[in-house]
């Protein structure tokens, strides 16, 4: 955590805890599929526990719940003296690589 991540009141800004809740959801969850498979964050819901102006996070997801077309993990965000700053939870959507829209930085548009 540093400045450039802080909010405009000098703190830790929500997005850095949710994006890696997010990833920590989302590497759970891919720790589940099947060879070629992929997942997409569908839903994603963060709770703030306390706030951090420096230091290092780390984050521990797992899978609440796997079916055939989403999974479900949740995730605790600490710091590096182990404190809670942020949990959250996420529904993934599972699919080929077939299903989503991937980015070509050479294809031009109309």
Known sequence: VSDDLHSLYGMLHGGGPATIVDSACGIAVGTML???DMCVT??????????????TLVADGHVVHMGKKTGVAQA?????DGNLIAVGMSTHLVCGPEDVRMTDETRTTD
């Open 34 to 36: 099947e060879p070629g």
């Open 42 to 55: 569908v839903d994603l819901r963060v709770n703030y526990i306390a706030s951090l102006k420096r230091g």
């Open 76 to 80: 605790e965000v600490r710091d590096q």
